[in-house]
């Protein structure tokens, strides 16, 4: 089983819609939660960044922690075609020490329509 | 703008050949990391530096190799150059263990 898990797509939405963007995760000691945008031919962009259980809501955004059920969401409201990218979920856990390991979901592909 | 700048933004070379990456971390930022991305394969981690020493090893081939310097700026070096190694590679930098990481928009490897 892959330490992260995450559909790839691709998701396509009418223009408004709600997005829902999820991962699973199978290793408990992933501790800090964030969701990146990468635009075509880009770096990946953090979204959101969180650590513990619950919502966290930036604008449109909303991140979902779920560790009990090692779930991650990211809804996306009222979408607009500028959404249209991949969404990559990453997580972090102690590795050694005072570092971190992050690793990346492969990311969904995500076209919202005009 | 991440504030994280990679050079060059493309390079086409041959096979066999060797090539150099260049990154600028953030301001402040003391962590580099190397990410390889290609399309089947998603953002794989390449290796750390913290303040000029390695911190962490990923999936990096013996014929790559990375430093970081004393002004924090890193270079990837790439060398015996395969077909395979084409893909995308990814700068980022963090301000300390557990931050988010914030990326460059890498460096385009087409390898011929």
């Known amino acids: 089983q892959k330490e992260v898990e995450q559909d790839p797509g691709p998701l396509s939405v009418p223009e408004g819609a709600i997005v829902s963007l999820n991962c699973t995760y199978s290793n408990s000691a992933f501790q800090y939660f964030m969701w990146y945008r990468q635009y075509s031919r880009k770096g990946p962009e953090l979204l959101m960044y969180t650590y513990s259980s619950g919502n966290k809501e930036d604008g449109r955004f909303t991140a979902q922690v779920d560790k009990s059920s090692k779930y991650i969401s990211l809804f996306i409201r009222d979408s607009q075609p500028s959404d249209s990218a991949t969404y990559l979920c990453?997580?972090?856990?102690?590795?050694?020490?005072?570092?971190?390991?992050?690793?990346f979901g492969k990311g969904t592909l995500l076209t919202v329509n005009p | 703008d991440s504030g994280v700048t990679q050079t060059p933004k493309h390079l086409i070379t041959a096979t066999g050949q060797r090539v150099t990456l260049r990154c600028s971390p953030r301001?402040?930022?003391?962590?580099v990391y190397w990410y390889q991305q290609s399309l089947d394969q998603g953002l794989q981690f390449l290796i750390q530096y913290y303040n000029g020493e390695e911190r962490a090893k990923g999936n990096i081939l013996e014929r790559f190799s990375a430093q970081q310097f004393p002004d924090l700026h890193s270079e990837l070096n790439l060398s015996s150059l395969e077909l395979g190694d084409s893909a995308l590679y990814f700068c980022?930098?963090?301000?300390?263990?557990?931050?988010?990481?914030?990326f460059g928009n890498g460096t385009r490897l087409t390898v011929t």
């Open positions: 301001s402040g930022d003391l962590s």
């Open positions: 980022a930098s963090s301000v300390a263990a557990g931050s988010p990481l914030h």
């Open positions: 990453a997580m972090s856990a102690k590795s050694g020490g005072s570092n971190y390991k992050l690793t």
